[in-house]
């Protein structure tokens, strides 16, 4: 796909169950908008426009997880619809803070919230989109970076290898000359087992990693939730460090599963 | 009795505030040691009262905390989490943009000329490792322009280690805690019995020059003495050794050591050893065109060997393992270093073993081959 061919890929964006955050992000893109809107035809977007052209799209962006029998059947009718599938933030990608369900029992948790549980329909399991449709692009976060987003957009255009990163934050805090809090607080990090693409955020604000990006290449979680241990944090606390919002990648969930046999 | 033409002097606490001065009124950007964030890190200086008196860092594998002295002195500390390397071999640097101009494109070459910079505070085994990135970015066949730019009109004032922190190792390494060259002023620091002097000898024409401008005693040979017995009992505190003696041939015998496995199960890979290695030089660049097609820039970031995309050639990463990555980098700083560019590509500053968040100690993991050495390899050893 060139930029100057004639035809301008079609570009859906669906969503599942999630927060909205992720096509905020999106729709926060300002300063690219016009390039990207020039660039492309947003053929489907709900939460932004009520001009819906049916598909097939070029590119389908996927926010949410999956939480009913309804987003189950929907998932695979947007997979067919479009050629490449993107899953955007930490709910398409692992579930998102949701798939803190997965390990409880959900029916619980209506009964508590809704006056009327009987209404409520939904699965066991927050699961990601790839446990239901293969997935050819993630974009990472809680939520997903503009720039990252928009470079992902150009690269599909120009034809190139979006060039997204898939080592750890550490590497974004260090060239940003942010200084270790981990090393110099003791603080439990995320960042060495966290997938870069915010910018170090946190710990150029003094706060340790939350691991919004979900785990990098080759994260050794379990060494982490060790050394984790070893500056004093409970059992509690390090299931609670690595349960959030990508709580159900399967990385994160076996090193926390395995600290809970202990 | 103040002398105006001797390469050594003793200085006061304000000649050294006089000595900031100058630099700043000879069009220097000054870069020294400053408080920031729970420790002690290169930062810019205006004024004496930005160096840290009075504090210091206590440095373990994975700790770095900062502590007062009781002593003000203004230099009581080792090595911090920058070293030099933040500025003359920058994290993250433009190299060039493009524009597409009427069906061509036309190269913009927009980077901003760094800042004369003089540097305070500068360590014997920075000043080592700078040498050793001389070595491999200006002394090979190809020259990296942008560090030469920036590296060509530091100023340095090197100030000898008389409190090493418990990380450092620079006397196995051989190189410090004393600057032997490559600085312009070296500054030996002596706080005792109600006196507070630095001793500099001049290491440059530019640093004889600097020095004659400054208010200054002869030294006595007392003071001489001091400093000298100061920089003896540093080198013989070093909590931490390191025998380098056939290190090269005890890394490449050991090739399948089970200690890479070990090593692979609490390696993080997060590349922060690599990162705050002042010796270390790897980059990665990165091209970026953006939605419209118009307009490309051509960045170069610090990479590490820890990362997966690091060995990426066609078909995927040739180091795909924690182990092999750890090993590539233990062996190419203590064993093929030597055969690239003549010297340990180590310097013995402990930074790779305080900033490591795990607390991996290089000193005590290239123990471990000698106390166990394996087998000698047979030929093809496994590269996973
Ligand atoms: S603060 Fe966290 S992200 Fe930054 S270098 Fe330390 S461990 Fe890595
Ligand atoms: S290998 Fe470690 S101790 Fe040696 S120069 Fe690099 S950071 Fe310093
Ligand atoms: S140890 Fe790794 S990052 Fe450092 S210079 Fe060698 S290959 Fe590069
Ligand atoms: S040795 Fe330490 S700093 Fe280096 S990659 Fe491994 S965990 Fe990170």
């Known amino acids: ?78 997979r067919r619809q479009c050629r490449t599938l993107v899953t955007i933030g930490a709910c398409a990608t ?16 209506v009964s508590y919230v809704y006056s009327n549980p009987d209404y409520i329909q939904t699965l066991k399991q927050s699961t990601p ?52 809090v981990a090393v110099a607080r003791g603080l439990a990090c995320l960042g060495p087992v966290t997938q870069a693409g915010c910018g170090a955020i946190c710990p150029a604000y003094g706060r340790g990693c939350y691991g919004c990006f979900g785990p990098m290449e080759n994260p050794n979680a379990k060494a982490l939730a060790r050394r984790f241990a070893e500056l004093g944090n409970d059992r509690e606390q390090i299931l609670r460090a690595f349960r959030n919002f990508n709580a159900w990648s399967w990385q994160f969930r076996a090193a926390t599963e395995e600290r809970e046999q202990q | 009795m103040p002398t105006r033409s001797a390469s050594a002097a003793a200085l006061s606490v304000s000649a050294l505030a006089e000595l900031i001065s100058t630099l700043q009124a000879r069009g220097y950007q000054v870069i020294g040691p400053a408080v920031r964030d729970g420790t002690i890190v290169y930062s810019p200086i205006e004024r004496l009262e930005d160096l840290p008196a009075g504090f210091s860092m206590e440095q373990e594998a994975g700790a770095c905390r900062l ?31 493009a524009e597409r101009d009427n069906g061509t494109f036309r190269i913009v070459s927009d980077a901003p000329s760094p800042p004369r910079t003089a540097f305070i505070g500068v360590r014997a085994c920075e000043i080592a490792a700078v040498r050793i990135q001389d070595r491999v970015l200006l002394e090979d066949r190809y020259k990296d322009t942008f560090y030469e730019t920036r590296r060509a009109h530091a100023f340095i004032v090197a100030v000898n280690c008389t409190a090493p922190a418990d990380t450092c190792f620079c006397a196995s390494t051989n190189t410090g805690p004393r600057a032997r ?4 002023i070296a500054l030996t620091e002596i706080v005792d019995d ?42 013989g505190s070093m909590k931490r050794r390191l025998d380098t003696d056939g290190l090269a041939q005890l890394l490449y015998d050991n ?15 997060c590349a922060n050893c690599t990162l705050v290695c002042p010796t270390c030089f790897c980059v990665a660049v990165d091209e970026a065109s953006d939605v419209d097609g118009r307009s490309a820039e051509r960045w170069r970031r610090w990479d590490s060997c820890f990362t997966q995309s690091f060995s990426y050639i066609h078909g995927g990463s040739v180091r795909h393992s924690p182990k092999s990555r750890y090993r590539q ?13 003549g010297t340990l590509g180590c310097v013995g500053c402990g930074r790779c073993i305080a900033w490591c968040p795990v607390g991996i100690d290089v000193t005590r993991e290239l123990a471990a081959f000698r106390t166990s050495p394996a087998a000698v390899n047979s030929q093809g050893g496994s590269h996973d």
Not at chain 1, 146 to 152: D, I, P, S, W
């Open chain 1, 1 to 78: 796909m060139s930029s100057d061919a004639k035809h301008k890929p079609k570009i859906a964006v669906f969503k599942f169950a999630s927060c909205d955050g992720c096509q905020l992000s999106l729709l926060d893109a300002e300063e690219h908008l016009l390039a990207v809107a020039g660039a492309v035809d947003i053929a489907y977007f709900p939460e932004a426009s009520r001009r819906m052209l049916k598909g097939p799209y070029d590119i389908g962006l996927v926010e949410g997880s999956v939480t009913t029998h309804h987003d189950a059947q929907r998932i695979q009718q947007a």
């Open chain 1, 94 to 109: 692992a579930g998102g803070i949701q798939a803190l369900r997965n390990w409880n029992d959900v029916n619980e948790f």
């Open chain 1, 129 to 180: 989109i790839a446990e239901h449709v293969p997935v050819d692009f993630e974009l990472r976060g809680c939520p997903i970076n503009k720039y990252q987003l928009v470079e992902f957009i150009a690269a599909t255009l120009a034809g190139r290898k979006p060039n997204i990163p898939t080592y750890s934050v550490c590497l974004e805090c260090k060239r940003r000359a942010a200084i270790c």
């Open chain 2, 67 to 97: 502590v007062k002295r009781n002593d003000g002195a203004v230099f009581g500390y080792a090595a911090g989490p920058r070293s030099l390397k933040s500025f003359f071999h920058p994290a993250e640097i433009k190299l060039i943009s």
């Open chain 2, 181 to 184: 060259e490559g600085f312009d």
């Open chain 2, 194 to 235: 109600g006196r507070h002097v630095f001793l500099a000898e001049a290491g440059s024409a530019a640093g004889k020059e600097l020095l004659r401008e400054l208010p200054k005693a002869e030294p006595a040979a007392e003071l001489r003495k001091a400093a000298e017995k100061a920089l003896q009992d540093a080198a």
């Open chain 2, 255 to 269: 090739f399948d050591h089970p200690h890479w496995d070990d090593l692979a199960s609490r390696c993080l890979c």
């Open chain 2, 329 to 341: 980098w233990l062996t190419h700083k203590f064993a093929s270093w030597s055969d690239q560019f």
